[in-house]
């Protein structure tokens, strides 16, 4: 199957494949890589990382992606929110004060947007190769203030996420 892209809708929020019929699904991994080196603020009593500090490094990795095709001030000057939906994290084992980090996050794109973006969240000690953490983060779109669910994307913006590589 080829993948690229031979035309966007923003109107319609799809794509038109290249050698596919127009129900075809694209999906596509976007993969982003960020460095953590745990702070001394960040140990708890057991000297260990607290377990709140991971959900803040996924919630790094996933703006890296968002702010991609939505920067906070535009979203803020259109009444966009991206609130989480859905967090989850395992922890695998322990990491230190002046660990290196690696997170990996993930997502999938796809050309129908149905309602969430799902990130997933791997976090790797770089000297040792174990993965300490994995997790997942699920966001909508919102109106802001009012909450109201954003059942599609504004074409514009649609179109600049579709074209993340």
Not at 60 to 65: N, P, T
Not at 70 to 91: F, M, S, T
């Amino acid at each position: 199957m080829n993948s690229e892209i031979t035309s966007v809708d923003p109107k319609k929020q799809s794509v038109q494949l290249k050698g596919n019929d127009e129900s075809a699904v694209f999906k596509r991994s976007l993969i982003r890589k960020i460095s953590i080196m745990p702070g001394f603020h960040q140990i708890d009593m057991m000297g260990v990382v607290h377990n709140g500090e991971f959900i803040r490094w996924f919630e790094e990795g996933r703006l890296r992606i968002l702010l991609e095709v939505i920067p906070l001030e535009c979203a803020q000057q259109r009444g966009i929110a991206l609130p989480v939906i859905e967090n989850r994290c395992k922890y695998h084992t322990f990491c230190r004060y002046g660990d290196r980090l690696v997170l990996t996050t993930s997502h999938r794109i796809s050309s129908e947007y149905r309602g969430k973006l799902r990130f997933m969240h791997s976090l790797v000690n770089e000297r040792t190769k174990v993965e300490v953490a994995s997790g997942e983060t699920v966001v909508t779109l919102v109106e802001f203030p009012s909450g109201n669910l954003i059942k599609q994307w504004p074409s514009d913006l649609w179109e600049r996420y579709l074209c993340l590589k």
